[in-house]
């Protein structure tokens, strides 16, 4: 079941939409967080909650994913380097710490798209991507994402060949997946700066695609 005609969520169920929005109010990244941390811990200490906040408000998100996927388009060896040893390769680019301990990057090919999922609950690659976005949390998505991956991408609005396989990674409390998309045709010779412009939360976690160069500034 896959690619339905009647619009980019047939299946009426919830995926948040919130996944265009990368704008949240301080209340909903409060929330976000304390959801998060309760899910993965049990427990936080408010003034450590806070300074949580901050830190993900301020300093960490899906941009710092966007630099080391913008980084391994640039730059070969370093994406064999990301490919070998993500935690090293993303830590040298000053991106580490909690919920990303063991990092493994699996890179989109024209024959094989990936998709990360958590099934048990949230685990998240949170130093490159950051809090994750409340459909990677639904029961939908953590169900469908591994008994019908075509499906749910067709609810994101991705049509891939029918020939491209896809690989459904189950995110564990040891092991974070960051999706190295696919680099887009069109952009050779970008500045890398250029290039991260070009990569969306979704395309690290496979729910998306690197964005089109045309609609984007060069
Ligand atoms: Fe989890």
Redesign the pocket.
């Known amino acids: 079941m896959h690619a339905s005609e009647d619009g980019p969520h047939p299946h009426g169920h919830d995926h948040g939409h919130d996944h265009e929005h990368s704008a949240l109010s301080g209340n909903a990244l409060r929330v976000r967080a304390l959801e998060s941390i309760l ?2 811990k049990g427990y936080v200490a408010p003034d450590a909650l806070d300074a949580i906040i901050e830190t993900y408000e301020t300093r960490i998100g899906p941009r710092n994913g966007a630099r080391v996927v913008a980084r391994a388009w640039a730059d070969p060896a370093f994406r064999e380097w990301l490919r070998r040893d993500a935690t090293a390769a993303i830590a040298s680019l000053g991106y580490g710490g909690r919920q990303g301990e063991h990092m493994v990057a699996v890179e989109n090919t024209p024959e094989e798209h990936n998709l990360v999922v ?1 099934t ?5 690659p949170w130093p490159v991507l950051g809090l994750p976005p409340a459909w990677y949390k639904s029961a939908a998505y953590r169900s469908r994402a591994v008994i019908d991956p075509r499906g749910v991408l067709a609810d994101f609005g991705v049509t891939l060949p029918e020939a491209r396989r896809i690989r459904v990674w189950d ?3 040891e092991i974070r997946y960051l999706v190295l998309p696919m680099r887009p045709a069109g952009t050779e010779g970008w500045s890398e700066e250029a290039l991260a412009e070009l990569v969306t939360r979704d395309s690290m976690i496979g729910t998306g695609l690197a964005r089109d160069p045309a609609g984007a500034p060069a």
Do not use: G, K, P
């Not at 048990?120 to 998240?124: M, P, R, W």
């Open positions: 899910v993965e958590c048990l609950c949230s685990c998240y995110s564990t409390a």
